[in-house]
């Protein structure tokens, strides 16, 4: 019977019992401020809003690109069709035209770097514009060098002949 009981007093119980009661109230109203009156709601709604908002931007710029493409598509095929031998300065200044134009998409839209790509294919065209006629200029004066070398080498064989 080495077993010793410990009695408690009904006080110890009262304090017990407080305890209990008081960790219990803690627990409920932190559970019940969590659940009903922080507003955890309202950052998740942030995060919501500002992902729609973004996907609305997205779309819009989908919408650019797409109403800006036929664009695009105009100004390589007027770059790949144009003939530098020809001094048509009206279709140039055509290109040149519509090249700006989607230069200032970009202009108006810098806030948004998505659109940087209408600048970027606007200095594209620019470059392989002034690439075909400077290539055309080359050919023509490789053309001239060459009748101007075969000139010169008839004339030597005349000498020589003579």
Known sequence: MGRSKTVL???EKEIGMMY???LY???TSACAYILFFYNADNQFANG????LAQMERVCQFQAAQSSHFDKITAIDN???KINPEVNASYEKREINYTI???KKIYSDNKYDARYRIFEQAASFYELK???RERLTASQK???KFRRELDNCRGGVETLKNN
Do not use: Y
């Open 9 to 11: 007093t009904s006080k």
């Open 20 to 22: 209990v009661v008081l």
């Open 25 to 27: 109230v803690l627990t």
């Open 48 to 51: 919501k809003k500002e992902a």
């Open 78 to 80: 007027s770059v790949n």
């Open 100 to 102: 700006g134009e989607l």
């Open 129 to 131: 514009l002034f690439d």
């Open 141 to 143: 004066n490789i053309e």
